[in-house]
Structures are given as C-alpha cells and as structure tokens.
Antibody, heavy 125, light 111 residues
Framework: QVQLQESGPGLVKPSGTLSLTCAVSGGSISSSNWWSWVRQPPGKGLEWIGEIYHSGSTNYNPSLKSRVTISVDKSKNQFSLKLSSVTAADTAVYYC??????????????????WGQGTLVTVSS | QSALTQPASVSGSPGQSITISCTGTSSDVGSYNLVSWYQQHPGKAPKLMIYEGSKRPSGVSNRFSGSKSGNTASLTISGLQAEDEADYYCCSYAGSSTGYVFGTGTKVTVL
C-alpha cells in the first residue's frame, strides 16, 4: 500500500525558509489524487497548508498563501513544501498526506489517507 | 475561514456510546460536503476513521459511524473501549477560495 515519509531540517531560524520533502512509496504520485501538507502546532489542532496534483496544479490555505510553495518531482515520486519568512508560530509537526476527492450526486467528499509519520520543525535562533 | 466547532472533550464508560459533533456553516459542512473523521493518539499521525460522511475504511471497527444533519456532522462510537481514548478531528471542504478546514478537535476519555 501507499506509504509517505517526510524529511527535512528539524530546526529553522526565524525569517528563514522551511523546506520539507515527502517521499511516496508503494504507488505513483501520478495517480488520480492530490497530495497535501497539514501541520499541527504543539498541543493544538490540525491546519491544512496546501495541495498539489501531479500536473503541478496547486491550491493553498489563504492564510499562508503568500509564503507557501508546493512542488512535485515525478521522477523521484515525491513532493515538497517551502514556507518562507517563518516565525515561532510556524513551529509544528508537519504531515504529508494523500488527498482523495470524490464528487457524488449533489455532494463532494474528500479525505486524507494515508498520512506520513510527521516531522517536528522548530523555528528558533 | 474558522475551524469547524467540536466539543473540547467527551467522556464515557467502557461499553457506552458517545457522540462527537462537528458544527460548520452553509459554506462547508452544510454545503453538500461530506465530512471525514480522524483519530489521533498522542505522538502519532492522524488515522482516517470515516470518509464520505459515513463510510469506514477497511480495518476500522464498525463501532464507528458517521452522520450529518444540516450544518452539523457527528461521529458516534458505540461499545466504547479503552483503545478509543484519543483526539478526534472532523474535516470538510469549504470551497475553492478556502480549501479544507478541520475541526477544533475533541479529546475522548474512557472512564
């Protein structure tokens, strides 16, 4: 089955750029799914960051849009997250996840599955 | 876009049933969008429990069920077990300009 694994620096300096990669195994990133990033500050809830399709199409959380870039590398079967101008408020566990979307009569359904194990990124000098 | 509203905590004794609510607006939960539900144990990644509002992935116990009425979706856990003690989150699509919103999260305690 599909598995996801995040990787990247665990410590980023304030005003710097957070960079993470999610490697997809057991399936192709070119399948009919979107691929997402979700984060969770310590002790808090989940926040959707953005998504990318294998074609390169992206959608971002409007609250983060000015600082976020998500890209895909089909040759390596992975996708990446860059978050610029980080502050302590960006300290969180960052998860990558596959997003499935189904449009049924008069309804739309979406769900995140599977998820990577998550990686803690701390913003500190 | 605000997070969907969930009760901060719900508790129950083993064997009992509990229900977690997820209240949104006509722009998300109420707008023909089917909610998904996630279980998260401490230090672990979220796990999909319900999708398309009421469907269970393979391997998820049939003690978990989902429903929706108007702007509120609900997750019911029947026959509560100690292993069900975890945080639970709902999620809904909220339109092209907003994307996806999660609930505030509910901590389930098995007494």
């Amino acid at each position: 089955q599909v598995q996801l694994q995040e990787s990247g620096p665990g410590l980023v300096k304030p005003s710097g750029t957070l960079s993470l990669t999610c490697a997809v195994s057991g399936g192709s990133i070119s399948s009919s799914n979107w691929w997402s990033w979700v984060r969770q500050p310590p002790g808090k809830g989940l926040e959707w960051i953005g998504e990318i399709y294998h074609s390169g199409s992206t959608n971002y959380n409007p609250s983060l849009k000015s600082r976020v870039t998500i890209s895909v590398d089909k040759s390596k079967n992975q996708f990446s997250l860059k978050l610029s101008s980080v502050t302590a408020a960006d300290t969180a566990v960052y998860y990558c996840a596959r997003l499935s979307i189904v449009v049924v009569p008069a309804a739309m359904s979406c769900w995140f599955d599977p998820w990577g194990q998550g990686t803690l990124v701390t913003v500190s000098s | 876009q605000s997070a969907l509203t969930q009760p901060a905590s719900v508790s129950g004794s083993p064997g009992q049933s509990i229900t977690i609510s997820c209240t949104g607006t006509s722009s998300d939960v109420g707008s023909y969008n089917l909610v998904s539900w996630y279980q998260q144990h401490p230090g672990k990644a979220p796990k999909l429990m319900i999708y398309e509002g009421s469907k269970r992935p393979s391997g998820v116990s049939n003690r978990f069920s989902g429903s929706k009425s108007g702007n509120t979706a609900s997750l019911t856990i029947s026959g509560l077990q100690a292993e069900d003690e975890a945080d639970y989150y709902c999620c809904s699509y909220a339109g092209s300009s907003t994307g996806y919103v999660f609930g505030t999260g509910t901590k389930v305690t098995v007494l």
